[in-house]
Each structure stands twice: as C-alpha cells, then as structure tokens.
C-alpha cells in the first residue's frame, strides 16, 4: 500500500517546478529527442485564459506612479500575481497597462475560480 503523505505529496506538487504565485506553476514538462539523439525537457505551452471568462472583482483606474507589482500587492496580497491582472486585461506588454493616467483595469479571480454572485 502506498504511503498516505507521499500520495498527497504527489497530487499537490506534481509538476511544480514553479512556485505557486507563478504563472507557470502546474504547466506541465515534455521531452523531445534532437537529431543528435539528446533528450531536452521543456515547459508546454501556458495559453492565456479569455479575459472576459474572468470572474470580474472590481475596476482599478490608473493613478501616477501606479505598478502592476504594487497594484497585485493590494489587490491580491502578493506582487508576483501582477500576471493575473495582465491576464485579465489581455496585456502582452505588461508595462502598457499603466502608461496612460485614467486607464480602466479589470481585477479579476483566478481562471477556473467563479465570482462571488456565482459567475
């Protein structure tokens, strides 16, 4: 019979070559073989979530100085989750998000987690 703990330890760090905060945490690893024959491990692909699919929290309007680390601190109490509001406003830049003062940001959940109202 296998090890109770050891069971748990598989299903919650399975994968987590990441910490939880990071936006890669549970993207799984594959392998390929180079035409050499070496074997090279590498993250899949994270495809990022659709924005509106995001349980919405509130809005953020952009003030002076204003830093999407800063910004996740307040809003979610760790500033390496600013990822999570560039998700959820379809940023690829992250930094454009708060170069025009007055900008609307959306603050959402997490994907795969719904609104309070049951969204």
């Known amino acids: 019979m ?29 392998t390929m073989k180079t035409q050499e024959g070496r074997t090279v491990i590498y993250l899949r692909r994270r495809f990022l979530p659709q924005p509106e699919k995001l349980a919405f ?4 309007s952009v003030h002076q100085d204003d830093r999407l680390d800063n ?10 989750l600013f990822w999570r509001i560039c998700d959820a406003n379809s940023a690829i830049k992250p ?16 994907e795969g987690i719904s609104g309070l109202s049951g969204e």
Do not use: V
Request: hydrophobic share 35%.
């Open 95 to 110: 930094d454009e998000l708060i170069e025009t003062i007055g900008r609307i940001l959306r603050i959402t959940m997490p």
């Open 71 to 80: 910004l996740a601190a307040k809003y979610f109490g760790d500033p390496l």
């Open 57 to 60: 929290i509130q809005e953020h």
């Open 2 to 30: 296998k090890d109770p703990l050891q069971t748990i330890y598989e299903l919650n760090f399975k994968n987590s070559l990441f910490q939880q905060n990071s936006r890669y945490y549970g993207i799984e690893t594959s």
